[in-house]
């Protein structure tokens, strides 16, 4: 038999280990090692067992996982099964929207000496942001009312039209929310979708 302290081969008929000292039982009398479990555990020893799959593998988790298309608002929509394409176009019409700002920001501060203009910059700013991330129609709506009113503003004071990018901008970004109603709503006719799948 072996030592259960330093696992070294002794005697059957030992009592002590010779090059530890530790106590051991006979042969007959020690339990087996493999019975420890079962004892601990009881009978339904696997049955107690935590299923791989509650431990977050996602190997174990069902494949029949299907989305509730009924419970999928438009957000969440355009944010996980909207098509590419049109997500990009909405990511242009901010980024257009980002870089206007951008400028409207240095002009205001350093060109035109107007730090009243930063109030501009910050509406400008907060509903591209809206448009943008908070996936909002209604944002990009007014970020096209507003930019109208200024630049008619900019042609009645100064003469010129200033700020048709974000104009511009807008109508796409408002066009490309249309696109992407009609999508929605297709979606919610079509079969539930496989989330195995999709992911």
Known sequence: MFCPKCGKEIVDE?????????????????????EA?????????????????????????????????????KKEYIAKYAPANLKKNIRSA????YVCVGISAVASLFLLDSPWMLIDVAIYLGLALGMHLGNSKLCAILL????????????????????????????????????LGKEYNKFLLEEPVDTTQSF
């Open 94 to 97: 901010a980024i257009v929207c």
């Open 37 to 73: 479990p079962k004892a601990q555990f009881g009978n339904d020893y696997e049955a107690q067992q935590p299923s791989s799959a509650a431990w977050g593998n996602p190997a174990n988790v069902t494949a029949n996982t299907v989305v509730d298309r009924k419970s999928v608002t």
């Open 14 to 34: 030992s009592v002590n280990c010779l090059f530890c000292g530790e106590a051991v039982a006979p042969a007959e009398t020690a339990a087996p090692v493999e």
């Open 144 to 179: 096209l009312i507003f930019s109208v009113i200024e630049c008619i503003f900019s042609m009645i004071q100064f003469g010129s039209p200033s700020g048709w990018w974000l104009i511009i901008a807008a109508i796409s970004a408002i066009s490309t929310f249309n696109k």
